[in-house]
């Protein structure tokens, strides 16, 4: 029953159309790759770079089903690098990603760039440089309580997001991210009620009356203190150390682009921007140089575990076609085949001592077509289902029969399995 290894770099949900992109890309090594396809169609881009801190960024990966009952990964393994040789060095990678950037987004597109103090400073200028000084829209302030206490300084509690436009004539909508209402913001004023029966406060001046009535949308200034930081025990957690909240991207997203509007995030990172996106509307390209982050975002696009997400999606990556082998049986019926994986190994996990069944994430069936595999149904591991399906089902459709399994590294691999008597 061993199954052969086939490459293929291309995937999609079989009978759904894409919303959007998923693909491991460099900046701005493939800018022009990203530019051939994309150039001028972007509404909003959100950049969560690295930030140059000169550290290896870990995450622990759940191996096998104890791992995820118990929520513990008992593996070690790398999120990403930022370690630079030097200071020029990340702002020369910073300057091809923001012109890449400026060329992707349509002329009514913004950007929002997410930064802490180490280099706000130098990309603040070279955002004025790109972009234009006139196109500088908000110096946005994200406050928040996690973390450490100093005692050699004040505690350093935000991060700031330089919020540019491509041109004058940008698309932003503040009434589609409402905070609240006005009531208890009372600025001292005395509380009245008008002639329907509204609770309003009011202020004179020059000799005209001001109102502001308790049940007025309030919306937000450039300081953001109402999102909250990423608990360790958030269940939204997905073990990727530098995770914004969907909070945070439910705003942005929601200010600058409107429903079918295509969005783009060239550190994706947890997939955040890409959830986010699927959950409003949006359509998305969503890069990141790292495997586990294409791992990690097509677990939070699956929605819906053992069927399709809520819509399809397509994934541009590398594949494995060395260092393993699968045990996987087809069964062919009237209608419909029935796919069992039996085994797995490879070479990551008897490195690391491990079962190769326990080292698989996510595993899938479905068709290749040309260069492109089709996918029909999938099953991943979870907090709530930590056990993979033995066994998935998948209707008789012109291609040829395959499966997919992602390991806890992020590793892709195809397989041809052998077809049951």
Request: aromatic share 10%; hydrophobic share 35%.
């Amino acid at each position: 029953m061993a199954a052969k290894p086939v490459k293929c770099e291309k995937t999609q949900w079989l009978g759904m159309p894409s919303a959007g992109t998923l693909l491991t890309a460099e900046m701005p090594r493939d800018a022009g790759a990203l530019l051939s396809r994309w150039a001028g169609q972007v509404q909003t881009v959100y950049l969560d770079p690295p930030f140059n801190t000169g550290k290896v960024f870990e995450t622990r990966l759940a191996a096998g089903e104890e791992d995820w009952k118990t929520g513990r990964g008992s593996v070690r393994g790398v999120a990403y690098d930022d370690r630079w040789p030097d200071r020029e060095s990340y702002l020369s990678m910073m300057r091809g990603t923001l012109e890449t950037c400026r060329e992707l987004l349509s002329r009514e597109g913004t950007l929002f760039l997410h930064a802490d103090s180490r280099m706000i400073a130098p990309l603040r200028l070279m955002m004025d440089e790109l972009f234009g000084e006139s196109c500088f829209l908000n110096e946005i302030i994200w406050a928040y309580q996690s973390g450490g206490r100093s005692k050699a300084f004040f505690p350093r509690k935000h991060d700031t997001i330089l919020f540019y436009a491509k041109s004058r004539q940008y698309y932003f909508n503040l009434k589609a991210v409402p905070v609240g209402t006005g009531a208890g913001r009372h600025n001292h004023m005395r509380r009245q009620v008008d002639e329907e029966g509204r609770a309003y406060r009011a202020i004179t001046s020059g000799g005209k009356e001001y109102r502001y009535y308790d049940d007025d949308p309030v919306y937000p200034s450039d300081v953001w203190s109402d999102i909250p930081h990423l608990q360790q025990r958030d269940p939204e957690r997905t073990g990727f150390e530098t995770q914004k909240p969907a909070a945070l991207l439910r705003r942005i997203l929601a200010c600058a682009s409107r429903e079918g509007d295509l969005v783009c995030d060239l550190f994706s990172g947890s997939g955040t921007t890409a959830a986010v996106a699927l959950q409003t509307g949006r359509r998305f390209v969503c890069a990141d140089r790292s495997p586990l982050s294409l791992t990690l975002a097509e677990r939070r696009l699956d929605a819906r575990p053992g069927g399709p997400p809520e819509r399809g999606y397509a994934v541009e990556a590398p594949c494995r076609t060395e260092g393993a082998s699968a045990e996987a049986l087809i069964t062919p019926a009237i209608a419909s085949y029935s796919v069992f994986l039996k085994d797995f190994v490879s070479d990551e996990a008897a490195a690391a001592g491990l079962c190769g069944m326990d080292t698989v994430e996510r595993w899938s069936c479905g068709f290749l077509r040309g260069d492109t595999y089709h996918c029909c149904q999938s099953s991943q591991r979870s907090r709530r289902q930590p056990q993979l399906a033995p066994m998935l089902e998948m209707p008789v459709y012109a291609g040829v029969p395959c499966v997919q399994l992602t390991d806890i590294w992020g590793n892709r691999r195809f397989f041809l399995p052998e077809r049951s008597l």
